[in-house]
């Protein structure tokens, strides 16, 4: 089993990505902000809960998205593995993480980082508003947000998975293909 945690700051393209990565390798593809979307549409109580925070470009609560990522993975625990896509957020979802894969026997075998430079980011984003219909999306302002609060609350992942040996990253600027071939150099190893 390989599990592997795509991170970077949002508009990375960590979702075009973790398609390629899933379609290559045959992993699981999880991704946290699809899920949110997908339960908003469907009105369920998570995701009424958790439509207010996205708005605003903040993240949901670490309780709430921690359950919904373990019943995702209880879901499909009999693959190759799975690319976490927009999990871990926090520190207290990387512990929650590590804590849930040692019960299921496995562990995070490298998390990669995409980096991309913040006046791209903002970019590609509102390009990607004009069509995604996400209101996330929509606002240059909330999109900053988006982006502050992945220094300020997410980016102190990269330490935690250094001080474990885990940590890979590739750059996030070129053609997808090109991206794809960096990111397979990596995961082929773990
Ligand atoms: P992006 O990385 O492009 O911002 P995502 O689709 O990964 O988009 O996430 C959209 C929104 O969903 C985030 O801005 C946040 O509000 C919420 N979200 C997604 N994953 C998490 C998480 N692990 N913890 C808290 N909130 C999350």
């Given at each position: 089993m390989t599990n592997i945690v795509l991170f970077?700051?949002?508009?990375?393209g960590k979702g075009t990505q973790a398609e390629r990565l899933r379609d290559s390798f045959k992993l699981n593809h999880i991704s946290t902000g699809d899920l949110f979307r997908n339960n908003i549409k469907d009105q369920t109580e998570l995701g009424n809960k958790a439509k207010a925070f996205i708005d605003k470009g903040e993240l949901v609560p670490d309780e709430v998205t921690i359950g919904m990522l373990k019943a995702a993975v209880k879901e499909d625990?009999?693959?190759?593995?799975f690319i976490f896509?927009?999990?871990?957020?926090t520190e207290a979802q990387a512990e929650a993480l590590d804590k849930f894969l040692f019960e299921l026997?496995?562990?995070?075998h490298g998390m990669i980082s995409l980096d991309v430079n913040d006046g791209v980011l903002v970019q590609r984003l509102l390009e990607r508003g004009k069509t995604s219909g996400r209101a996330d999306d929509a606002n240059e302002d909330i999109i900053r947000n988006r982006v502050a609060v992945y220094y300020k609350e997410t980016s102190i992942l990269k330490d935690y998975y250094q001080a474990k040996d885990k940590f890979y990253s590739v750059d996030?600027?070129?053609?997808i293909d090109q991206i794809a071939d960096r990111l397979a150099e990596i995961v082929k190893k773990l």
């Open positions: 970077g700051p949002p508009g990375a625990r009999y693959g190759n593995g896509d927009g999990f871990p957020r026997q496995t562990e995070v996030g600027v070129g053609s």
